[in-house]
């Protein structure tokens, strides 16, 4: 059987790197192929090729046995191509049957509504999408969306799905959803590309295998018979041996004790931390998390009971006084809340001190001194930019992310707040995060380590709690973890 | 009462035109703010168009131009340069004024011009019907088309694949983008078309309802249809219907000053603009308005 698609040799250069350096890819018709790769592997490269978005410098592309060159993306997708991102373009306002719609030959000029909801409906059931052509979609979870990509798509008869990090934004229960789908595409006879950093998944759902490394195929294997150890080594080129959680201390005094605190959308909630101890919550997104992240930090108002930290009341401190009391906090969404994308590296780095020295005396700053420590801090948390003059929004994620975890380190703090520090960055910066946390709990402070990937908490936590519903369902020491117990508390339903 | 309900649809009309033009900028992501402008321009291209040709319907076309003229200028600041919307806006008012005082001086030197302004159409058997006839079937010819505005704005915005594409011109225009069609294309159509039909309202208040142009005759209705479509949600009816109570607030205004209330004209005629603040402060800000206005492409 001729493959569904075929790549061949694609090479691709921006200036004097390398993207894609003689790349063969192929993809049968009712095959899931995962993609693996870092960040900057080429991956994304290689696919915007594939959809026309830009063309190779050399190499061949055939899809369906016709040969495809010099495609914008509007030919790709007619080819039957379609490729889902992980930003999606849908418009909120409007129904989901009017964003399937927008643009669609099939629906006519005067909207054909009734006959569209129809077809909606009877594929979503085909597939197990679950969508209601009358729903809004700003009403729906990131889940739901992505559904309706997959759902326009399929409609508009793609043979070839590429879906680029396709879990990084859902909860546990609509990645097995997704996962069950694309099985449900595959029985169809669609040819799956899957693009991931994450093995998990890629071992769950995908029948083959191939991880690119700096603009190379690296190696491919079918999945059966692929072990997790192997394909990362392929992927980063090193083992990544996971965090070793060695030292299982928490026998320090008691840093921040939490009784009875209550907010908007959590409580009331009880919680101590020792110093050298790393508390792993876990839990599904959107039960509570950001809003005791946000409490604990000064973001958001406490409405009862209190906070201590190392015999404080910070309970109603503001940011600056919890700050100096010694709390630092890494927060979910990098971009706006910890970041300003705009600034310097050097101007990001001083944010929260901008005060004090060094980068402040007697209330001017000091240019100079604020220079040479960003370059440090740089250099001690490799930092990869030409210089502390860059604006951070100019750097990938796990460069930004250093950024962040640079500056609350920075102040040796004694208790350090990080909500999903690993969010989207890709096995090396995630290895890097995760030294950091450990050295700090070395060092005698007390961690929080706010998470929804669970594997990530058993790997780093000392004691691990849950969050469900905006309460503790629970806690248990690393050492005697039931896994059973803990998906009950997960999943909401009490003990 | 049926006088004063006639006369506040009479009054509501060339606000209706202008918000209904409104809504089409804005639903495609752009602040109308220049409806005044665009009115302006269109009341008097209305009634030099008809005065030089004697033609009304020379008249309205003219309407249509001058208000899409204007449109035309908010368009190539606003999309193409990517200026901010309420500065263009109030800059096209600013310079409607200015143009309309110059051109008029220019064309009628310091005599006034005046046309047969359009009588009323009373459509035959539905006028003769006791209350609703002269309240809703014996009115000027714009009146009617202002309905068939709402009607038929209503049925391109809901109901095809333009007004689809058009809405998500001002929601997400990069939806529009991955759909196959330009968004700046788009909003480019809809501020001129808006303009020409803002254009319109301003000639229902000059040839339809004086029959001559005077300076700065709009009087701040641009703004008015402004609040009006935001009251109305952004919705055809919903605008037309707010347009309608400012009409009422104007006509009651009218009586109260022919009854000779002790109460200065001025702080009466104050009265829509106050009912305007009120109502737009008790609403807030609405979640119905298209999430990417104001945002260049």
Redesign the interface.
Known sequence: MAALLEMRGIVKCFGAVRANDGIDLDAQAGEIVGLLGENGSGKSTLMKLLFGMMPPDAGGIVFRGRELSDHNP?MAAEAGIAMIHQHF??????TVA??I????QD?????K?REIADRIRETSRRLGLELDPSARVGDLSLGRRQRIEILKAVLRDAELLILDEPTSNLAPPEVAELLAILRHLRAEGKGIIFITHKLPEVLDVCDRVVVLRAGRVAGFAPVAGADRATLARMMVGRDVPAPQNLSGSGTGATRLSVSGLGGAGIGPMDLTLSGGEILGLAGVDGNGQLELAETLAGLRAATGGSVMLDGRDITHASVSARMTAGLAYIPADRSSTALVRGMTIAANLMLRDSARPPYARRGWLTKRATQTRAAALMQGFDIRAPSPAVPAGRLSGGNQQKIVIARELDRNPGLLIAHQPTWGLDPGATHFVMERMLALRAAGAAVLYISSELEEVLAISDRVAVLAGGAIAGIMPRGGVDMAQLGLWMSGRAA | MIDFLAASIRIATPLVFAALGGILSERAGVFAVGLEGMMLMGAFGAVIGAWASASDLLGLAMALAGGAAMGLAVAIVTVRYRADNMVTGLTVNILAAGLTTYLLHVLAGSSAIQVDPLGPWPIPGLSAIPVLGPLLFAHPPLTYLALLGCAGLSFLLY????G??L??AG??P????????SPMRLRFTAIICGGAIAGLGGAVLSLQQVGTFTDGMTGGRGYLALASLIVGRWNPWGAAAACLVFGAAEAFELRLQTYGVPVSSYVVQMVPYLIALAVLAGLGRST?L??AIGKPL
Request: charged share 30%; proline share 2%; no cysteine.
């Open positions: 509007r373009t849908l418009v909120e306002a409007m009017e964003n719609m927008l643009g669609w629906a006519g000029w005067r909207l509504r | 109901r095809t694949q333009t689809l594409k809405r998500a929601e997400n990069e939806a529009v983008f991955v759909a196959g069609s119905k298209p999430a």
